[in-house]
């Protein structure tokens, strides 16, 4: 059964600083990984998707690589901002497109 | 951009009540899956859809839960008899295919479901 565990759990930082937020997941037979953002209340919203056969993908100020064989993934944020402050979900794609997710890492950026 | 729409945002219910939570996917998905959200817990997966049939249920879609997609827009989830530990946020999911290199999923902003 897959496991799929985030770290930190809470992180805050000051704005501007550069960021890592980290997933590990107990299977490596993935087909994606999958990071998503949710604001207190909220819905999810996708921000990356990685097929498992790529390394990372970048979008703006977010970049995220995955390591399958060693399973793991890394979230890496660029100059934070208070905007970004958000609850960060890493969820792992298994057979039938079903998602197994971490618990989320809250984070806050302070002005 | 299209999205994935979700009603009611928030239902107050008693227990041992019907629910019945409705959601239209993007207009061209072909896959659809429904996940809930216990406040403070992760995101858990129920049940996902395909071809007017379920494909997949987790051990939490017992006999209370069932889908149904009763035209070509809405897919709904019901819960026949509702548990105080039924309350929770419902999201609903859509993906246009699942094959070799299966695409992004996309989420509503959720039902929330409040029993008393």
């Known amino acids: 059964k897959q496991e799929v565990t985030q770290i930190p759990a809470a992180l805050s930082v000051p704005e501007g600083e550069n960021l890592v937020l980290n997933c590990s997941f107990t299977?490596?037979?993935?087909?994606?990984l999958q990071w998503f953002r949710q604001d207190p209340g909220k819905g999810l919203t996708s921000l990356l998707l990685?097929?498992?056969?790529?390394r990372e993908q970048t979008s703006g100020r977010l970049n995220a690589s995955l390591d399958k064989s060693s399973g793991r993934s890394t979230l890496y944020i660029a100059a934070s901002q208070p905007g970004d402050s958000a609850t960060y979900l890493c969820?792992?794609?298994?057979?039938?497109?079903?998602?197994?997710f971490g618990e989320g890492t809250q984070l806050t950026v302070n002005p | 951009e299209p999205e994935v729409t979700q009603t009611p945002s928030h239902q107050v219910t008693q227990m041992g009540q019907e629910v019945i939570l409705r959601c239209v996917p993007i207009?061209?998905?072909?896959?659809f899956y429904w996940y809930r959200q216990i406040l403070g817990q992760k995101v858990e997966f129920l049940v996902s859809?395909?071809?007017?049939?379920?494909?997949?249920k987790s051990e939490i879609f017992d006999d209370q839960f069932s889908v149904e997609r009763p035209d070509g827009s809405n897919f709904t989830l019901k819960i026949r008899s509702t548990k105080l530990e039924d309350s929770a946020m419902y999201f609903c999911a859509s993906i246009r295919d699942r094959g070799g290199s299966p695409g992004e999923l996309f989420f509503g902003e959720g039902s929330r479901l409040t029993v008393l």
């Open positions: 299977d490596s037979a993935i087909y994606n």
């Open positions: 990685i097929q498992s056969s790529q």
């Open positions: 859809f395909y071809n007017n049939e379920i494909s997949e």
């Open positions: 207009s061209n998905h072909l896959y």
């Open positions: 969820a792992v794609g298994s057979s039938g497109s079903r998602l197994t």
